[in-house]
């Protein structure tokens, strides 16, 4: 799979932007805040449903419009399709896929990337909705139709949530919480499912770590995955055991159960509290290395080994069970995070991939192996193949003063 020509109109910092991409290597180089990550961003967003640098929706259009449009004509063999989305700054966005009107949670379906970011370094040192958010992601890229489970989960859950809320705000009791076990049916209905999913990925992933970060550190250090699952904790409100490490996958009856035993038990702090305290917005996924936390105990570079074989894991195991192909990778300004040996078999890693985008700064940063079509941005301007403006690009520091660079 591969994308074959990208149009961004008002997206981030790009009034209009139209760039046809090559198959193998396409290279966006630009100094820091004259979009070209703008470009990678897009491409990610109808991937994942989600932007690799923001949380709302509002970030991702350009100042002083409404919505934004991204669409992209997606190759794979002979056949051809586009796909094209509208991001609304304060409405449900739209999409049409073939020129007919599609629903946005089907997007995925036909695009699948894994991008790599400097971001990604937080997988391993940051909080644990950075790897929910990724695990989520990746869900959604092997499997489209989670996309909705996800969101009917989320909705379910801001209700739950307002409904505790009511509760303690009124003293309801008894009986008037009724209403209150319709919704616990519904949160366990959709988070058993999630919790299922992430673990069988979690076991799938295991495997395609170990080679990962392998090829990319150059050293075994025994990296390890495991879930950390609040719905088994002994003591689901504590910070430092409201979860409980559960090693493989479950059935979905014996997750549910689990669900509907702690959510009972919880219940009393639930209403004094007015929130959720059990179900995957809790959960988290713990990275190990050498038997010990990855958070903690992990060096730079092993910190950056682990995030960054975590998405070749993702890469490898999209490749090895889509019908679609390899995804379409991209490596947003990684290299200049990385010591030059990282950068070489990272680059090695990669480089057979289908269709690989790379996003830099400094075009010297990149490996000989990921040398391919050169796309040169200025300002939020995609630059002819001139040397006297490519020149201007590299020497040039300033930001588009826009707002909504890189």
């Not at 366990?188 to 992430?198: A, C, N």
């Not at 076991?203 to 609040?230: E, K, N, V």
């Not at 038990?265 to 190990?288: K, M, N, Y």
Request: aromatic letters at 4%.
């Amino acid at each position: 799979m591969r994308v074959r020509h990208l149009n961004l109109v008002d997206f981030r910092n790009y009034e209009v932007a139209d760039v046809d991409l090559h198959p193998g290597i396409n290279v966006f180089v630009g100094s820091n805040g004259q979009g070209k990550t703008n470009l990678v961003e897009s491409l990610g967003y109808i991937s994942s449903l989600g932007s690799h640098r923001v949380s709302t929706d509002q970030a991702l259009v350009r100042q002083g419009r409404d919505s934004a449009i991204v669409r992209a004509l997606l190759a794979h063999g002979d056949r051809e399709i586009l796909v094209e989305l509208q991001i609304n700054a304060s409405a449900a966005n739209k999409a049409q896929v073939g020129r007919s009107p599609a629903k946005v949670r089907d997007l995925p379906r036909y695009l699948s990337s894994v991008l790599f970011a400097p971001e990604d370094l937080a997988l391993v040192r940051g909080e644990p909705a950075g790897r929910r958010r990724m695990l989520d992601q990746l869900l959604v890229l092997r499997t489209p139709r989670l996309a909705g489970v996800i969101s009917d989960f989320d909705r379910v859950l801001r209700q739950r949530n307002t409904l505790l809320k009511t509760a303690r705000a009124t003293g309801l009791k008894g009986d008037r919480l009724s209403t209150l076990d319709i919704w616990d049916e519904r949160l366990v209905e959709f988070g058993s499912e999630i919790i299922r999913e992430r673990l069988a990925l979690v076991d799938d992933l295991r495997g395609h770590l170990q080679s990962a970060y392998l090829a990319i550190a150059g050293a075994d250090h025994s990296p390890r995955i495991s879930m950390q699952l609040s719905i088994m904790a002994a003591d689901p409100d504590a910070d430092d055991r409201g979860t409980a490490r559960v090693e493989s996958s479950l059935p979905l009856a014996e997750i549910s159960e689990s669900f509907r035993q702690t959510l009972a038990r919880v219940r009393p702090r639930e209403l004094d509290r007015a929130i959720t305290l059990v179900g995957p917005h809790r959960d988290d996924l713990l990275f190990e290395l050498n038997s010990l936390p990855a958070k903690g105990y992990a060096s730079h570079g092993e910190s950056w080994s682990f995030a960054l074989s975590m998405r070749l894991a993702a890469a490898e195991l999209v490749r090895e069970q889509s019908a679609g192909g390899d995804p379409v990778l991209i490596l947003d300004d990684v290299f200049a995070e990385l010591d030059q040996p990282r950068r070489e078999r990272l680059a090695r890693a990669v480089a057979g991939y289908e269709q690989v985008l790379v996003t830099a700064a400094v075009e010297a940063d990149i490996p000989e192996t990921l040398r391919g079509q050169v796309i040169r941005i200025k300002a939020g301007r995609i630059l002819d193949d001139d040397p006297s403006e490519s020149a201007a690009v590299a020497a040039s520091g300033e930001s588009d003063g826009t707002g909504n660079g890189e």
